[in-house]
């Protein structure tokens, strides 16, 4: 019975011996030959242009593969999993290709400040410092590298398409995402985006850019009607995207979930063909953010390509009214294209493979030196830092965490540090000990610790120290905003105790957005860390120690108080008008309440200035070890202006100052008192002078023209303001442009 059984189990195995080697070989000719046909397809000639390749693929696709690239798959833990779920990457969501003709499969990952969901899928990320962090370095060549890191990272671990590009401009500073954007001002907002995408691409991923647009705020942000006039769009909001756009050229734009002047941003016919398509000439594709379709038809129409991350409206859906008539052909054409255009632009048909080794080493050395380009210092009494590491004895460490870590943005920006998943909205320390960082630098000096749960030990502690460093945060997430910017926890109270005992004390600020500061006569020192990212700790060691200059300047105005921002009361909404019934009481997607962005395009220090509000910190400010001074303004009115001017280092260390071009412009255009045009970041040595040359495009001088539907420039008297921060320009000089 065994002998029997056995026999045709000996004779399979046979069998497969011998036919194993030229079946396996046949495997391959077969895999191979399919390789050869695809490479010979007329759009795989990589000298054609990327809408030419389109073009060639688009005539082969049948209208279900054409709607196959037209919405996402799932995403994990949102609803059940579909069939083919087992083709993603672990990502926020993926995009099938067309494998027959060589287009791969889209994979997307969130990557706000580093790649999201390695604990998830046992991977590794670096974390940058945040993103407003970064724009603190004011340096698009930082962004650069921060780009290419992120880049890297999402081709290592098997994705091709990011999802970071956070780009939405600081009106409402309690918005839970500010960590996640760049700032307050348009310019500076924009150019840094556009360098950050510019590189992110380069490594071959498709580029994103986000929220479009007006999603300024986190409360109520899937029902919330921004209002905002056009202008004022045009300037403020809209321009940071359009610059980003122009500079970063990314294959993807996402659409907020938020609705603008009362249709939803995904279906908004003006965001989305009027500007981004028609005006910009924008020639990649929209997708929705996630859940923010609302329709199929209006939708499509509106010039939405893509649904995030199912198929609800663009999948049967879209394919159904296809064939009633109600989308013509040539809309579902477009879409695909766009799709198609951007998986070609961006390198990932020609290079599909890009899974490596994550380089741990050089993302901590990248990290930690954007971290250095970006800690801001905003006080520094009596030159009390640089510590001295032979000078100071001892040192009180103080705060919680400060002994392990540093904090970071939660949502779906997070990184992951070493561990286990951490929950949504949890808040994730990254293991880079202050504690360990500080004692480092000063092997001579006695480090303590203190938690600061019980103010009293931690004064204690500041009080028999030569010098307390009390490491303070507020934590921000997507999904929600900041009921006020106060340092939540006690911890107003604990730095008060602590400076109280000891004056020499320095307060290291690990925050998303500004914070108020009552306790800022009684400190001698405050360096706003932001969230620093995975090497922060050594980063702020080596400016407390000196080994760092500071360089960084405020990307957004800290103010004084709640009460002096355009709506001092958070809009949140009314009750019963959240969830999916409310927007759809109508039997139509209808925003349910309104944020009336009144101030228009008075937006951060625009805001202050106009209103003459002093302030805590203003936008542009932050201090180094050494000194500058600014002369010799000259201002050459043409394409534009080119503005130039002598900075020289009159302090005894080198440095680098960002030296910042403001204008104003004339009074008939009703313009706030000035605005960012331009900037330099200059590295000098001590006594060292460097003539300083800014080109300004003609579009930072122009008004956008509400009548004529264009930008202009009116012609007048211009005043061209230069120094280093937009409250302390020495610099100025008046110009005619016509
Ligand atoms: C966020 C997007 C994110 C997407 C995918 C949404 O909730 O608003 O920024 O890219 O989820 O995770």
């Given at each position: 019975m065994r002998k029997l059984t056995r026999l045709p189990a000996m004779m399979l195995a046979i069998a497969i011996m011998l036919c194993s080697v030229p079946c396996v070989f046949a495997q391959h000719r077969l895999h191979n030959a399919e390789e050869e046909k695809i490479k010979s397809y007329p759009w795989m000639n990589s000298s054609l242009s990327p809408d030419e390749r389109a073009d060639l693929v688009l005539k082969e696709l049948t209208l279900d593969e054409k709607i196959d690239l037209l919405h996402g798959n799932g995403m994990p833990g949102w609803g059940k999993p579909r069939p083919?779920?087992?083709?993603?990457?672990?990502?926020?969501g993926f995009v099938v290709g067309v494998p027959r003709l060589g287009i791969p499969i889209i994979q997307m990952s969130d990557a706000a400040y580093g790649v999201r969901s390695s604990a998830e899928n046992g991977r590794y990320s670096t974390a940058l410092p945040s993103n407003l962090a970064s724009a603190a370095s004011w340096d698009p060549q930082a962004a650069c590298e921060y780009g290419a890191l992120i880049g890297r990272e999402l081709r290592a671990q098997g994705y091709n398409m990011t999802l970071g590009g956070g780009t939405n401009i600081t009106r409402e500073p309690r918005n839970g995402r500010t960590f996640e954007y760049m700032g307050e001002d348009p310019i500076l907002a924009g150019t840094l985006v556009g360098n950050r995408i510019k590189c992110e691409q380069a490594q071959h991923v498709i580029g994103d850019i986000k929220h479009y647009a007006v999603n300024d705020q986190e409360s109520g942000r899937n029902e919330v009607d921004s209002i905002i006039g056009k202008r004022a769009l045009r300037e403020s909001d809209l321009l940071a995207f359009e610059i980003g756009v122009a500079i970063g050229n990314p294959g993807a734009v996402m659409c907020s979930y938020n609705a603008v002047n009362g249709t939803f941003a995904c279906e908004n016919k003006y965001l989305l063909t009027d500007v981004l398509k028609d005006e910009w000439k924008y020639k990649g594709f929209v997708l929705s953010d996630w859940g923010g379709t609302h329709s199929t038809v209006k939708a499509s129409a509106a010039g939405l390509d893509n649904e995030e991350p199912m198929d609800d409206f663009f999948g049967d859906k879209l394919k159904q009214a296809v064939q009633a008539g109600q989308v013509p052909l040539s809309e579902i054409d477009d879409h695909a294209r766009r799709i198609l255009r951007s998986e070609f632009a961006s390198g990932i048909v020609d290079s599909p493979n890009g899974k490596a080794v994550v380089d741990v080493e050089g993302g901590f050395d990248t990290a930690r030196r954007i971290a250095e380009q970006s800690t801001v210092l905003l006080k520094n009494e009596h030159a009390l830092l640089p510590l001295d590491p032979a000078r100071v004895k001892s040192i009180a460490i103080i705060g919680t965490h400060a002994d392990t870590g540093m904090i970071s943005g939660g949502g779906s920006a997070q990184v992951d540090p070493p561990g286990p998943p951490h929950h949504w909205q949890e808040h994730v320390w990254f293991p880079t000990s202050p504690l360990k960082a500080v004692a480092a630098k000063a092997p001579g000096a006695k480090v303590q610790f203190d938690s600061g749960e019980n103010p009293a030990s931690a004064a204690a502690l500041a009080k028999n120290s030569d010098v307390a460093i009390v490491f303070a945060h507020q934590w921000q997430s997507e999904g929600m905003d900041l009921p006020n910017l106060s340092l939540p926890d006690n911890q107003d109270a604990l730095i008060d105790q602590v400076a109280a005992a000891n004056p020499r004390t320095i307060v290291v600020l690990e925050t998303g957005t500004a914070v108020t500061m009552p306790w800022i006569d009684k400190v001698s020192g405050i360096l706003e860390a932001w969230y620093a990212g995975s090497k922060g700790a050594d980063a702020v060691a080596n400016i407390v120690f000196g080994d760092v200059n500071p360089s960084a300047k405020l990307p957004m105005t800290f103010p004084r108080s709640v009460d002096d921002l355009p709506h001092p009361k958070l809009v949140t909404p009314p009750p019963g008008a959240q969830g999916r019934l409310a927007v759809m009481r109508t039997g139509e997607a209808k925003p349910t309440f309104s944020v009336n962005?009144?101030?228009?395009?008075?937006v951060g220090y625009k805001w202050y200035d106009a209103e003459n509000k002093p302030v805590l910190f203003p936008f542009g400010y932050g201090l180094s070890y050494t000194t500058y001074r600014y002369s010799g303004l000259q201002v050459t009115p043409e394409g534009g202006a080119s503005v130039s001017f002598d900075v020289k280092n009159t302090g005894a260390r080198a440095g680098a100052e960002i030296a910042q071009v403001y204008v104003a412009l004339p009074?008939?255009?009703?313009?706030?008192?000035k605005r960012l045009v331009g900037w330099s970041k200059v590295q000098l040595n001590p006594g060292e002078s460097k003539r300083v040359e800014v080109k300004i495009d003609p579009k930072y001088l122009s008004i956008f023209d509400e009548t004529a539907n264009a930008w202009k420039l009116v012609p007048g008297s211009y005043t061209f303001m230069v120094g280093g921060s937009s409250q302390n320009l020495p610099l100025s000089h008046k110009a005619e442009l016509k």
């Open positions: 083919n779920a087992y083709l993603g990457n672990g990502g926020a962005y009144d101030e228009g395009l008075k009074a008939s255009t009703g313009e706030p008192p």
